[in-house]
């Protein structure tokens, strides 16, 4: 909220102007923070279907079953998933909700 | 590359004299950078901040507008009012403590001044009575 006016401009101007900085820097790192958290959603997402993928590579070329390279694939995208949504989970909680 | 200086003058003292990596000041045209190696310049700074980076941190400062000369490194900034801050969010209520105390010491000043005259005054008025 902006403070009431008072006699003073020079007062008055640089109230105005830091709040209007401070405002902006706030913004700056909350965007670098989103890009951030993006990245690491990115990365919680990735991970398990690389590895599901090569396990199910491995699985199926030794028993000569490629389902199988399809199903742990699917598997890995499903573990994915729910990783994003377990991290993004606090973001996205009713503020209403209150903590056990 | 030549190294930075601020040195802060107001019509009281040096607010201020460090060794500086960086400073933004506003001008008539917006925000403008000066770092180490930037080539001279002048520029009129209406009321509004400054922002600069020395050892300590970041700092602050709110002035009621001045010149700032840029010559070989060494940056003046000349000002009749001036307020230093080590946090963006404290500027304003810092600034108000300064045009307090400087309003205080004014009013204090007046009142002396005001106290001789009227001693003076009367002295006169006695004087011609007598």
């Known amino acids: ?26 913004e700056r790192q909350r965007f ?5 958290h ?11 279907v690389i590895l599901f993928a ?25 573990v994915g998933a729910y990783g994003v949504w377990h991290q993004l989970r606090p973001s996205v909680r009713d503020p209403e909700e209150k903590e056990p | 590359m030549t190294p930075l200086s601020l040195v802060l003058r107001t019509p009281s ?7 500086i990596s960086r400073l933004q000041a506003e001008d008539i045209d917006g925000w403008f950078g000066v770092a180490p190696g930037r080539a001279d310049l002048i520029a009129v700074l209406p009321p509004g901040l400054l922002v600069f980076s020395d ?3 970041e700092g602050f400062v709110a002035l009621a507008g001045g010149v700032l000369d840029l010559d070989a490194g060494r940056c003046r900034v000349m000002t009749h009012r001036a307020a230093l801050s080590r946090d963006l969010d404290s500027l304003a209520a810092d600034l108000e403590q300064v045009l307090r105390q400087r309003r205080a010491k004014h009013d204090a000043r007046t009142s002396a001044l ?10 006169l008025a006695r004087e011609e009575r007598a």
């Not at chain 1, 403070?3 to 820097?25: I, N, Q, Y």
């Not at chain 1, 993006?38 to 398990?48: A, M, T």
């Open chain 2, 55 to 57: 050892p300590v941190g």
């Open chain 1, 32 to 36: 670098w923070q989103s890009l951030a």
């Open chain 1, 38 to 48: 993006v990245g690491v959603l990115g990365w919680v997402f990735v991970i398990p």
């Open chain 1, 54 to 78: 090569f396990v199910g590579r491995l699985l199926a070329r030794l028993s000569g079953q490629p389902a199988l390279a399809v199903g742990l694939i699917l598997l890995g995208v499903g």
């Open chain 2, 114 to 123: 005001n106290d001789l005259i009227r001693e003076a005054l009367q002295r």
């Open chain 1, 1 to 26: 909220m902006t403070p009431p006016p008072t006699r003073d401009p020079f007062l008055d101007t640089v109230r105005r102007k830091a709040a209007r900085m401070a405002s902006a820097r706030r």
């Open chain 2, 13 to 19: 003292g040096v607010l201020l004299d460090t060794p």
